[in-house]
């Protein structure tokens, strides 16, 4: 029989559902029955997620300048809000966790207008802008990065690192074995959904500047928007590099286990489960993310020893070439960065982001909290 319902709520995208599932497994185990409420870019992920139902939410960002634009973000908050409290009405969740995105928003707000305890998590270093607006009315406040009284709540933020999915913790078995002179080389290459043309436009044209032999030991998997594969593709024909292209690879984590070196953005699902798993990486930070937190997560992994961190800016093909190939012929200093990646993972994170929804769920305050753990 289920313990009762956790609504739990997420924007529509990788980063903030994967963390949102990884915590709904967990809760699954102890007996929860779990809701999703999120929007409609979510449905590309939503087949995985293990939820009793998946709850549609109207909501809308409110970074435009113009005032009819805003106000009719509002108004679209405010029809989520009175739809999420419909759900909270009938679904009577012990807690509502929310996971980041402006989607977050209305199932929040509804909460704490029904006196439904809640929780958010915060996956970045830096607060996202819809935790933000929410941080002042919630009951707890996880972080991923967010060390315990640091951020704009400090009182009531617990550090439980990231919830990785269970692909990830499997994939996690796999140790790193080095790719020696002669062997093949797999390189993993991803970008997001914002992030990816960089890499289509740069990371081809620097394996063309590699020496052959090392362009013969690459295979290389990388992920790019659907209008840049065909030429990303043609690109790596070209060169007579072994290559995959794709726009979105639903097995990332055994493909992140695979790989000798990663070349990614640095989104905080995708920096704690390159750490969970062992790899090393060149993180390059979204030269646009809002708040930079991108670069705050690349600077912790970095300081751990397990990647190099690389803003786009300073980036140029011959740059890129010169850095895969000097780790391609240095399999030590991989594996060294390997282990420091894995030394710096948090695998527990759900198991300790779900005691934390428990206690908030039965009631108890985060100084409640603090003190069973100690």
Same mark, same amino acid.
């Given at each position: /029989?289920?313990?009762?319902?956790?609504?739990?709520a997420?924007?529509?995208?990788g980063g903030h559902?994967?963390?949102?599932e990884?915590?709904a497994?967990e809760l699954?185990?102890?007996?929860w029955?779990? +809701?999703?409420a999120?929007d409609?870019?979510a449905?590309?992920?939503?087949? +995985?997620?293990?939820?009793?139902?998946i709850?549609?939410i109207p909501?809308a960002?409110l970074?435009?300048?113009? =005032?009819i634009a805003?106000?009719?973000?509002?108004?679209?908050i405010w029809?989520g809000?009175?739809?999420?409290?419909r759900?909270?009405a009938?679904?009577k969740p012990?807690?509502v966790? @929310?996971f980041?995105g402006?989607p977050?928003?209305p199932?929040?707000?509804?909460?704490? %207008?029904?006196q439904v =305890?809640t929780?958010? +998590?915060?996956q970045?270093a830096?607060?996202?802008?819809?935790?933000?607006a929410?941080?002042? %009315?919630?009951?707890?406040?996880?972080g991923?990065?967010?060390?315990?009284?640091e951020s704009?709540?400090?009182?009531?933020?617990v550090t439980?690192?990231? =919830?990785?999915r =269970?692909q990830?913790?499997?994939a996690?078995?796999?140790?790193y074995?080095?790719s020696n002179?002669?062997?093949p080389f797999?390189?993993?290459?991803?970008g997001?959904?914002?992030?990816a043309q960089?890499f289509s436009?740069a990371?081809?044209?620097?394996?063309?500047l590699?020496?052959?032999?090392q362009?013969?030991?690459?295979v290389?998997?990388?992920?790019?928007r659907?209008?840049?594969v065909? %030429?990303?593709?043609a690109a790596?024909a070209?060169?007579g590099?072994?290559?995959?292209v794709s726009?979105f690879?639903?097995? /990332?984590a055994?493909?992140?286990a695979?790989s000798?070196l990663? /070349?990614s953005?640095?989104?905080?699902s995708t920096v704690?489960e390159i750490?969970v798993i062992g790899r090393?990486?060149?993180?390059v930070?979204?030269?646009h993310?809002?708040d930079?937190d991108?670069a705050? #997560?690349?600077a912790?992994?970095?300081?751990?020893g397990?990647a190099e961190?690389h803003?786009?800016?300073m980036?140029?093909?011959?740059?890129?070439a010169?850095l895969?190939?000097?780790l391609? @012929? #240095?399999?030590?200093r991989?594996?060294?960065m390997a282990?420091?990646?894995?030394?710096a993972?948090?695998? #527990?994170?759900?198991?300790l982001?779900?005691?934390?929804?428990?206690a908030i769920?039965s009631?108890?305050?985060?100084?409640d909290y %603090?003190?069973t753990r100690a």
């Amino acid at each position: /029989m289920s313990r009762g319902v956790i609504l739990l709520a997420a924007g529509g995208t990788g980063g903030h559902l994967f963390p949102a599932e990884a915590l709904a497994h967990e809760l699954i185990e102890r007996g929860w029955e779990v +809701h999703l409420a999120t929007d409609r870019r979510a449905e590309r992920y939503s087949g +995985h997620f293990p939820a009793t139902d998946i709850h549609s939410i109207p909501s809308a960002t409110l970074g435009s300048k113009n =005032p009819i634009a805003v106000l009719s973000s509002f108004w679209t908050i405010w029809q989520g809000v009175r739809k999420a409290g419909r759900v909270i009405a009938k679904i009577k969740p012990e807690v509502v966790v @929310g996971f980041g995105g402006y989607p977050t928003l209305p199932p929040l707000y509804a909460a704490t %207008r029904r006196q439904v =305890p809640t929780l958010i +998590h915060e996956q970045n270093a830096v607060m996202g802008r819809a935790n933000k607006a929410l941080a002042g %009315r919630v009951d707890a406040i996880a972080g991923g990065f967010l060390a315990e009284g640091e951020s704009a709540a400090g009182a009531k933020t617990v550090t439980t690192g990231n =919830p990785v999915r =269970p692909q990830v913790l499997e994939a996690a078995k796999t140790p790193y074995v080095a790719s020696n002179d002669g062997e093949p080389f797999r390189f993993l290459v991803f970008g997001g959904s914002q992030g990816a043309q960089f890499f289509s436009d740069a990371v081809p044209a620097a394996i063309a500047l590699l020496p052959e032999a090392q362009r013969k030991r690459l295979v290389i998997t990388q992920q790019a928007r659907a209008e840049d594969v065909g %030429r990303v593709k043609a690109a790596y024909a070209n060169l007579g590099v072994d290559a995959q292209v794709s726009p979105f690879f639903t097995d /990332m984590a055994a493909r992140i286990a695979s790989s000798h070196l990663v /070349m990614s953005r640095s989104g905080a699902s995708t920096v704690s489960e390159i750490a969970v798993i062992g790899r090393p990486a060149l993180l390059v930070p979204y030269p646009h993310a809002l708040d930079h937190d991108q670069a705050a #997560n690349a600077a912790a992994l970095a300081a751990a020893g397990g990647a190099e961190v690389h803003p786009q800016s300073m980036l140029s093909p011959e740059g890129i070439a010169a850095l895969v190939g000097g780790l391609m @012929g #240095n399999p030590d200093r991989l594996t060294a960065m390997a282990a420091a990646a894995r030394s710096a993972g948090k695998p #527990n994170a759900a198991r300790l982001l779900a005691d934390l929804t428990e206690a908030i769920a039965s009631g108890k305050t985060v100084s409640d909290y %603090r003190r069973t753990r100690a």
